[in-house]
């Protein structure tokens, strides 16, 4: 390759990793990789507005795409405004790399007063992203680089971290061409004669789908075992999607906020948990409680007695122990009533709710009857996103990108943005609350500049919805740091060069989202609601 920079040779590590396009912020620590992509004709660069932002981009990018988004920062305060956005990113088994600088090596760990200089900036990365690495000579960035995108496409996927030292950025350095070596781990997948025993002898078997099986892409396998073994297929929110919710195996979005999935958990005396963790949001505090045997799947060794005891683990990938299953199992006497039983039950229960006078099911009807099939969502932790999950049906996988365990406000606008970049034949909405949309709805500007056309729809309730309301019923009605007024949305999105509208009849939503479908340009619907307005029965604030 001859003659090249420590800049060019990270971008030319990126470029023989596949990587297409980056997210991320220039400053004077990182100008010589930015020149090196500017030279460049294989790599794109979206500019964010906040480098926490665009660690979001990367991760929308990274779900849908999945290959491993790419967000650079410089030291200091750029390095550690990406951090919410990779702990998000680890929250969700979402491959995100962060390629930050440093100050001059020198000068590392001797504060010295140097501009942008933290203490240990790379020790507060190592201790919480799954793999981190830093350079100290040029020629060591490929293997480092490398090494991280392995990490990243091996087990559970999980952000890393990258960081050079400034001066170490325009050293030049003789060397050879760069190789990519994709180090796939091979999973042995043992299945013992006694685990399909318990599946062919289970009488009501239940399929609990994770955030796993969506990684690693298992939803035909899930699909295909359901039909096979005669078992109905819940998702945990983080799941969503793995198979089309309007199959007849499908009893949707669980598990403990659906009246019937505790009546059929109670009854089921096998489930078979496939690559989630029983997070206490879906099991409500882990009050739920689960009679029948637990057969656990997971990539990751740790996740295989999380929350609840299984009755028998196989540690693997989700799709490959999933196929091995399905090759096992040849004959097994079915009960056809149980699916079908199961599917009408969870239908009734959401019906009771849809067809109620509630203010959300009417809002969320809107949007049933205007959104493709084949829409991609991303949504903040809004009040509307329960009427999403429990009432709205998702058909492919890697369609509904929510920040679930992380619980990060404000993510549904960057993520939007990498998804939609990452798939631009997708119509792409995001839902997020006034709260949320605060925190990075200058984003905005972002999706105008490079002409990427997302859909915002903003409820607005002028405050911290959910906050507000807890504060209310917990402590005697005070509230504080909760109310959000005097914001003209419409304006504000139009200073951004983006269209806006404020919706005043719900029955004109549908309407307004069908105009927008083929839109080239971003834009921005405001609905206005009252604090209690968008309250999901099932819900207890």
Request: glycine share 8%; proline share 4%.
């Amino acid at each position: 390759m001859g003659l090249k920079t420590g800049g060019e040779i990270i971008v030319d590590s990126l470029i023989a990793n596949k990587v297409n396009i980056v997210f991320g912020i220039p400053g004077i620590y990182n100008l010589s990789i930015y020149d090196a992509i500017q030279k460049s004709s294989k790599i794109n660069h979206i500019l964010a507005t906040h480098e926490g932002n665009a660690a979001l981009m990367a991760d929308g990018y990274a779900r849908v795409s999945g290959k491993p988004g790419i967000c650079l920062t410089i030291a200091g305060p750029g390095a550690t405004n990406a951090l919410t956005g990779l702990i998000t990113a680890y929250a969700e088994s979402s491959p995100v790399l962060l390629i930050a600088t440093e100050i001059n090596l020198e000068l590392m760990g001797k504060d010295k007063g140097v501009s942008h200089e933290i203490k240990n900036q790379f020790k507060i990365f190592d201790s919480t992203l799954s793999l981190s690495k830093r350079t100290k000579n040029i020629l060591s960035i490929p293997f480092h680089l490398n090494s991280l995108f392995n990490r990243m496409q091996n087990g559970r996927q999980r952000p890393t971290y990258f960081e050079i030292p400034w001066d170490l950025l325009s050293q030049k350095k003789y060397i050879k061409r760069i190789r990519y070596v994709k180090n796939k781990k091979k999973y042995g997948v043992v299945i013992k004669n006694n685990i399909i025993n318990l599946i062919n002898n289970s009488r009501y078997p239940l399929i609990f789908s994770g955030l796993g099986s969506l990684r690693s892409n298992a939803s035909t396998e899930i699909l295909n075992l359901s039909k096979k073994i005669g078992a109905p297929v819940i998702t945990s929110p983080s799941g969503k999607g793995i198979i089309p919710e309007d199959n007849i195996s499908s009893l949707g979005t669980g598990l403990g906020r659906n009246p019937a999935h505790q009546e059929i958990i109670n009854k089921s005396d096998l489930i078979l948990a496939i690559g989630t963790s029983f997070d206490i949001w879906t099991m409500k505090n882990w009050d739920i409680e689960i009679p029948g045997k637990i057969l656990r799947i997971d990539i990751c060794k740790k996740q295989l007695n999380k929350n609840y005891k299984s009755y028998f683990n196989i540690h693997g990938d989700a799709k490959l122990v999933t196929a091995e299953i399905l090759k096992r199992i040849k004959q097994k006497k079915i009960n056809k009533s149980w699916i079908s039983e199961s599917f009408n039950l969870t239908r009734e229960e959401r019906s009771k709710i849809e067809d109620g006078n509630y203010i959300g099911a009417k809002i969320l009807k809107q949007f049933k009857d205007s959104l493709p099939r084949n829409v991609l969502i991303t949504s903040d932790t809004t009040m509307f996103l329960q009427w999403l999950l429990w009432n709205f049906d998702v058909y492919e996988k890697n369609s509904f990108l929510l920040p679930w365990n992380s619980g990060t406000l404000g993510f549904a606008v960057p993520a939007a943005i990498g998804a939609k970049i990452a798939n631009p034949e997708r119509f792409v909405i995001a839902f997020v609350g006034d709260g949320g949309f605060m925190f990075t709805g200058q984003e905005l500007a972002t999706a105008a500049r490079n002409k990427v056309p997302i859909v915002i729809v903003l409820f607005n309730n002028k405050s911290h919805g959910s906050i507000k309301q807890s504060q209310i019923k917990h402590f005697n009605n005070r509230t504080i740091g909760v109310d959000l007024t005097g914001v003209d949305y419409v304006s504000y999105s139009k200073s951004l060069g983006v269209p806006a509208k404020k919706i005043t009849r719900i029955s004109s939503i549908s309407n307004n989202i069908k105009k927008l479908l083929n839109t080239n340009k971003p834009q921005l619907l405001e609905i206005e609601t009252s604090l209690n307005g968008l309250n999901h029965p099932w819900v207890s604030t």
